[in-house]
């Protein structure tokens, strides 16, 4: 039997170990890459590394063109709001256009491409008390998720070249992680959000980083995915101060104190104190305490909610339909803990 090839980009950042880790286990033989700037970090076993600045289009070429894999899976994007408009516009979807472009050209053999991209470019359509479902308008609304949007529409052009499948996850947590539902659990942790910015009245649902791997890979094998995209997230719907309260009581349970008074920041004060930090960290050469883009996501009349049903009705099944009842946040805490982090 011939060997099973898969590729992961981004494989040093938060999802991409993961992915890696669930391929060997299934497995493929898995080539991971990243850019060779980025801080290596430890992966199972007879994973090849290739490191790779994916906005090059000949080294893409080259990598693909070389291992040809069967199956690929895009993770590699930015996802830090601090970064510059033109560069976040320019990078990611050049990402995914290199990507794409250089497996239609040089990999005629591949079974299936996932792309990673992000619930998060619904943007104004969040304006909702209802879950959102993958027909609904996307309406970006910071540099972000423009970017993230920009590579969907990129997805959208190879079709009918390639057998693509796109995820739209919702605000990813876990143990490895440093962004997505986690920058909120890590200031918490820091003892910097000592109240509920907004009035902590907007709902989010979550997606644990396993969960999302493991649709990506159960996607994968299916040919009737192809051409769709689709929501990622469990079926919680917490407010944002039931969240944090839970957390707070949490990190107790660790000896770690987080001060959470029962008071609520008026996002423009708070998107003023991000203002003046993003300048300290500029000027300091350090990421900000608080991003200002970040702050979107607290914003009163936004739920952050997305109708999984397309996923489910394929038979698909989530660990952690709940952070709490199933325990992914006690574990990501732990992990935490284990880390020195907290």
Known sequence: MSEKRALVTGCYGFVGPHMVELLVEQGYKV??????????????????????????????????????????????????????????????????????????????????????????????????????????????????EESKFAQHLICRQYYDTLPLTEIFPMAIYGPGGNYGAMVVIDMMAKNQMPGFPGGGKCRISLAHVKDVCRAALFLS?????????????????????????????EFANFGVRVDLLPISYPLWLMKAFAWRSEQLAKKHNHPPIVQRDFLGYFEEGFNFLVDTYAIRSLGFGFLYNDPIVDGGLRETLQWQREQGLI
Not at 79 to 97: A, G
Not at 235 to 246: G, H, P
Request: glycine fraction near 4%; charged fraction near 25%; include cysteine.
């Open 31 to 144: 080539i991971a890459t990243d850019h060779p700037n980025v801080r290596p970090k430890r992966l199972p076993p007879g994973v090849e590394f290739v490191p790779a600045d994916l906005t090059d289009y000949d080294a893409v070429c080259g990598l693909i063109s070389k291992y040809q894999p069967e199956l690929e899976f895009l993770v590699a994007s930015i996802f830090r709001y601090d970064i510059p408009r033109e560069v976040m516009l320019r990078v990611n979807p050049l990402i995914m256009e290199n990507c794409l472009k250089a497996t239609r050209n040089f990999n005629p053999g591949v079974r299936h491409v996932v792309s990673w991209i992000s619930s998060s470019v619904y943007g104004y359509s969040f304006r909702t008390p209802f879950a959102l479902s993958e027909s609904t308008s996307m309406l970006p609304r910071n540099a972000y």
């Open 221 to 249: 094998e299916r040919d009737d995915t192809c051409g769709r995209w689709y929501n990622l997230g469990d079926e919680s719907s917490y407010t944002m101060r039931e969240m944090m309260k839970y957390l707070q009581k």
